[in-house]
């Protein structure tokens, strides 16, 4: 690979110190930082030896991955030993928080970082019999001693999973601070407390929770930042408009302690994990801080102009300052559907036709979220057959291996066999199994040919209700017998559904297979050739509509509107949007000029 080196690109190269470095979509930023790395190992490797290096840290597995795939294509070969690439969380976690937990936590169960937080929410489950003697659901004490104002057990309006420790000691539920007017502040605190308080000692804590922890343990003893500075003198952190205030301060921890080169790079436009408490803020404050150096990528090498002003339209007009570089131009007008509800499957065989006939291998059809693709893919069925919710991770797990999905198909199976092959494990042993098992790879082959042999969704639900259930038994050698607790009929259950195929209600259903329909957030760092993004019909403050095609006028655009940022930044010839056919086509014209290709599907 040949590099392209601008006076932008050689004054990041060359910088030192504090660094921020604002880099446009397509504005080359990976290829950016492997050359970065490339260029400080010969001169790190003389200053510090063989047991010190550079750790690049970015917010995903995949962010990661194409760190290390640009730095072997410029390098020709692996990146190693004492340098490291890795995601925050994974470096926080594998040289803060596990090797020195112990540090704040005497009487402790050997820790583990929990993938899913919803798990935290079944310990306290139970079941009793009311007065009348039946089995009902119920909590575990001392649950039920914390109440809310309405006299109803606190779990039920903030669950445990829900509950986060901030950088100030305080609690808060996802972020936000619970209502005074639903519980008093003081049980507040003290439910919090006990629940923080049983999974630190059971060793189950969240990413989150291990930040915190990480903090803790870098203010309460420096010697681990010293120490952490010796090993990675030079950090460089790759997406860090997503990274949380507990994130930024862990790193201003180190500043404190000598860390004297450290890197931020991004784009605050594509911060998409406010859910992950990502705040592009914080990114914007230190490229505009006096202690910080701001440097910039402003020149797009994957778009052509066209498509750089289309989404540019979400920045306010005095930063609108996005030029391309690109050296391939198709000239490609952007394509516009409109769309009825019912024709959206008929949308995405036209784009994908034209796609293969124009040679667009890379084309991707995306959606604002899981919900709206799963509803696209017919997955979001209306019928609950089953009491058991084992029957609806079944064919989850096969509708994902049938699509190719196999390593969702496999997280899925993972958890329903080491469920069923080991009865009676509690919460802290389940977690410890599953994380050994994860790389066992005869044991990952036994999921594969279980979730391969599993009855197809062609059979009927009543059918299927009993294949199943014989099918897990004999594959997993149970010596107990399996029931989904078929209904006879419900508000979510009509009668006639029992004689009616499982693939019609939990199938894809108006889209024949195919692996180009995701979200956006699948897409977010990656280049297409082709990219179609279907624009929502109904206003709701989580869907992305028309009238969001504009930047916001007094605050930095909002989540949703990155979403759209990101999006229409991937191709590198062909943007495509689907609108309601609400939308007309003077509006549509008005918004991205004449010389637009609106395709309207009979």
Excluded at 114 to 126: A, G, I, P, V
Excluded at 327 to 340: A, G, H
Aim: charged share 25%; net charge positive; proline share 3%.
């Amino acid at each position: 690979m040949k590099l392209d080196i601008t006076e932008e690109l050689q004054n990041y190269l060359d910088a030192k110190g504090r660094v921020v470095l604002n880099a446009c979509p397509g504005g080359g930023k990976t290829t950016a930082i492997a050359q970065k790395i490339i260029n400080l190992e010969k001169e790190y490797k003389s200053t510090y030896g063989n047991h010190s290096g550079i750790a690049c840290l970015s917010f995903t597995n995949a962010a990661k991955d194409e760190i290390n795939l640009t730095y072997n294509e410029l390098n020709g070969q692996s990146l190693h030993y004492p340098h490291q690439v890795s995601t925050i969380d994974s470096f926080i976690n594998t040289y803060i928080t596990l090797p020195f937990y112990y540090l704040l936590e005497r009487n402790f169960a050997r820790p583990q970082i929990l993938e899913n937080n919803k798990r935290l929410d079944s310990f306290w489950k139970t079941k009793y019999k009311n007065n009348k003697g039946q089995l009902v659901d119920g909590l575990k004490n001392p649950m039920n001693s914390f109440k809310a104002k309405t006299n109803r057990s606190m779990y039920y309006q903030y669950l445990p999973s829900e509950i986060r420790l901030e950088p100030d000691g305080s609690y808060s539920v996802n972020g936000n601070a619970p209502s005074a007017d639903k519980v008093d502040m003081a049980v507040f605190k003290k439910y919090c407390e006990y629940i923080k308080k049983w999974q630190f000692e059971k060793g189950l804590i969240t990413t989150n929770d291990s930040a915190y922890i990480a903090l803790r343990l870098l203010k309460k003893n420096p010697r681990i930042s010293k120490w952490l500075v010796k090993r990675f003198p030079h950090i460089i952190v790759d997406e860090a408009q997503d990274n949380s205030l507990m994130q930024h301060q862990i790193f201003e921890e180190l500043n404190k302690q000598g860390l004297k080169n450290i890197e931020f790079i991004g784009d605050p436009y594509q911060s998409l994990y406010e859910f992950r408490d990502a705040n592009p803020q914080l990114f914007l404050e230190k490229y505009n801080h006096e202690d910080y150096q701001g440097l910039d990528l402003s020149y797009n090498r994957r778009s052509p102009q066209r498509i750089i002003d289309c989404f540019s339209l979400l920045r306010p007009v005095a930063e609108r300052t996005i030029k391309s570089a690109c050296k391939t131009d198709l000239n490609e007008s952007l394509m516009i559907y409109r769309y009825k509800t019912n024709d959206r499957g008929e949308i995405i065989n036209n784009f994908e036709l034209y796609c293969n006939g124009k040679g667009y291998q890379k084309l991707k059809v995306v959606v604002r979220g899981n919900s709206v693709r799963n509803k696209m893919l017919g997955r979001d069925a209306q019928q609950k057959p089953w009491h058991n919710q084992l029957a609806y991770d079944l064919i989850t797990a096969k509708i994902e291996y049938d699509d190719n999905n196999l390593k969702d198909a496999i997280n899925i199976a993972r958890n329903i066999i080491i469920t069923l092959e080991n009865q009676g494990l509690d919460f802290s042993e389940f977690g410890h199994l599953r994380a050994k098992l994860k790389t066992d790879f005869l044991f990952n082959a036994h999921i594969i040919k279980f979730v391969e042999g599993l009855p197809e969704l062609s059979h009927t639900v009543e059918q299927w209700s009993d294949l199943c259930p014989a099918y897990v038994k004999k594959a997993l050698n149970l010596d107990f017998d399996i029931n989904f607790g078929l209904k006879k009929t419900s508000k979510f259950f009509l009668k006639s559904t029992r004689t009616e195929p499982v693939s019609h209600h939990f199938n894809r259903v108006d889209i024949e297979k195919t692996s180009s329909l995701t979200t956006v957030h699948q897409v977010k760092g990656k280049t297409l050739d082709a990219i179609l993004i279907f624009f929502d019909e109904r206003n709701h403050a989580s869907n992305i509509n028309f009238r969001d095609l504009e930047p916001d006028n007094e605050h930095f655009i909002k989540e949703k509107k990155r979403i759209i940022y990101v999006a229409m930044s991937r191709p590198k010839h062909l943007l495509a949007m689907a609108f309601p056919e609400k939308i007309t086509e003077a509006q549509l014209k008005e918004k991205f000029g004449k010389d637009i290709s609106i395709i309207n599907i009979e």
